[in-house]
């Protein structure tokens, strides 16, 4: 049986915008395929210009002045690796920062005032720290040697900026960008990877230095490519809000689907 | 062997991980890209079924005339009435109820001063002096408007379905950045996950904060489980499962406060974990043996019932990465696969991923608050440990055979007071 509801003509949906409940975000297909053609040509470019692109980090950890650096083959180029001084303590000291950690952990969990957010970090990294004391004390070395660390370090840096990218292109599709939104999103977020990395790799090389074998682990695994995802997301969302606004502003016959 | 072991742990977290990310990627792409399935409010008009509201109340003298205010004169008195369940109430609850009850005929309270305390219980002894079929139930904090009450009292004009629930919306958003994180989450599990688990004809949850049921059905169901926390997770389990549908109405905005501190959301998360678990170990065999679920439905089901799970198997594999690291290891890859994880599922209760909330409030309308949608990652430690002693409470209540308590909500009037 036909609907009985007389269909509204235009001039009487103009301006309306239709509930959310069950509203879409207009999509146009061929933007979508241009998109995942434009996704898939950045990438290639990515892997194309990979050996340049480590050129400019290995030049730009030269800069930093942080330690000499070396270069070892990877992926189609020469990845720059930096030599880091890393201090080994001895079993004494090992054992004192276990005591240190594991008292820093306990405090820290009774010390009711705080932030629960804060408390909760601070007793994980204190028992990240104390079961890295731990084990070097049982093992007897490191996890790394210098120049294993920093390589680690390198190549994953690169791997996250391959793949970051890849991820976030896939995810945007979900959301009604134009393709050079898009492009712009990948790009800022290669920039702000390889930018990021140069700076913690120094960070990393004066902390280690200063500090010991112990913090390897904190570094790598809280400051390792975590962070890389967390200002990737952070890219995403600010250009989400941009696109919220071309939506709050279009004409609404334009921008949304009422189902 | 050690090593091969940590990797294979790795591997299949990984593997269960990619799973859930491809159910967040289609339900969301569905949402987006699928015309949507739309809920019976064209039968608005024409419905004017006998109805019963149902209010549980337990110390609720702060927001029990707001609630009795909004609800009291959504029908006429004919075919409507509201039962306010005052469960063990100590403070003015009651008189509130008796003073509503004396001006309203629609008003019919029912006073619990013995047996079990606990929502399910006055539930079942409620639905024991209702008249109606069709029964709606809200907490005592949320604010329902009439229209809210019939559009998801038109659900039961479609005989299959067995209940009905409605979007629940954060009023207090704007308190702190806690409160807009939770927003965030709300956004993303209801304007997505449950609006297309409706439109693609899987099992939404049913919630019992803003939702119904057929009295008759779950009355010959057994009535609510006064054992499980989750009281709401598991009728909607056992209802699927005997071949009832849920239907979800995503229009039918109520507005609840969400918890202003953390602690108050680490109880709350906590307490999530622990009764979903239950439902978990309850339910299981019948969602799986039964002849009414599709093969997605299924799938979909287990999913949403093993999600508590995911993230203590998920800090396992970041510890098994860390021993892997310790050893030597090159954890590059592994280190890269499970940060992003750990960075892009933090939403938990719905266990949303960050596009799926940032699609969810590009559609709402939001437009500052999507910024905030990184900052969902510094509640991991927090979120993980709640739902990890969650777990453990569930293991412990099977291991024990104890029952759980009952614990309210603190409203935010009352902390403020």
Known sequence: MEATHPAASPHETAGIRPPRATRRPVFSVPRIAFSIVAIAAFEVALVVLLPRLLELYAAALRLLDAGAVTTQEFFRGELPVMELNIWVPGPTVLVGIMAAAGVGAVAVAYAGSWNPMLRGILIAEAMLIGGAAMFMLATGRPPYAGDAFASLYAETSVLTWLVLPLLLGVASLSVPFRAWERLSMLLLVLMFGVVLSVVRYGFFAEALDAGSSVLMAPLFLNFGPLLDFIGGIAIFSAMLVRVSSRLERGDPRRVWSWS | ?417
């Open chain 2, 1 to 417: 062997m050690v090593v091969n072991l940590l990797w294979g742990w790795i591997g299949l977290v990984v593997f269960f991980m990619a799973i859930y990310a491809a159910r967040h990627l289609v339900l969301t792409a569905g949402r987006l890209f699928r015309p949507q399935r739309s809920a019976y409010h064209e039968l608005l008009d024409s419905n004017e079924d006998p109805l019963t509201v149902l209010i549980p109340m337990h110390n609720e003298s702060a927001v029990a005339s707001r609630v009795l205010d909004l609800v009291v004169d959504a029908r006429g008195s004919e075919k409507f009435e509201v039962i306010p369940i005052d469960d063990h109430s100590a403070d003015d609850t009651a008189e509130i109820i008796a003073d509503y009850a004396s001006r309203y005929e629609t008003i019919r309270p029912l006073t619990r001063r013995t047996g079990l305390r606990g929502k399910p219980a006055g539930l079942n002894d409620a639905m024991g002096m209702s008249s109606n079929d069709a029964t709606l139930v809200f907490d005592a904090d949320y604010e329902p408007s009439g229209d809210l009450i019939n559009g998801l009292a038109s659900a039961f004009a479609d005989p299959e379905v067995g209940a009905v629930m409605g979007r629940v919306v954060p009023r207090n958003t704007s308190t702190n950045v806690l409160t807009r994180l939770l927003d965030l989450e709300r956004s993303g599990g209801y304007q997505v996950d449950q609006q297309q688990r409706h439109t693609f004809g899987l099992v939404p949850q049913y919630g019992g904060t803003v939702g119904g049921f057929r009295r008759s059905v779950m009355t010959s169901l057994g009535g609510f489980d006064v054992r499980v926390l989750a009281e709401d997770t598991d009728a909607t389990y056992r209802l699927a499962a005997s071949g009832w549908r849920i239907a979800y109405v995503n229009w039918a905005e109520c507005y609840e406060e969400v918890p202003t501190a953390l602690s108050g959301r680490f109880k709350q998360l906590r307490r999530w974990a622990r009764g979903h678990t239950q439902v978990l170990f309850r339910r299981l065999v019948a969602v799986v043996r039964s002849p009414y679920l599709t093969r997605w439905q299924k799938l979909d089901a287990l999913l949403i019932l093993f999600i508590y799970l995911v993230p203590p198997l998920l800090a396992s594999s970041l510890v098994a990465n860390t021993a892997l690291f310790m050893l030597g290891e090159q954890v590059g890859l592994a280190t890269v696969v499970l940060g992003l994880f750990a960075v892009a599922y933090n939403a938990f209760g719905n266990f949303a991923p960050f596009f799926q909330i940032g699609s969810a409030v590009l559609i709402d309308g939001g437009r500052q608050r999507l910024t905030l949608l990184p900052m969902l990652f510094a509640m991991y430690f927090v979120n993980t440990c709640a739902v990890t002693l969650g777990l453990l409470d569930a293991l412990l209540d099977v291991a024990r055979g104890r029952a759980p308590e009952w614990h309210k909500t603190k409203r935010m009037n009352e902390a403020s007071a």
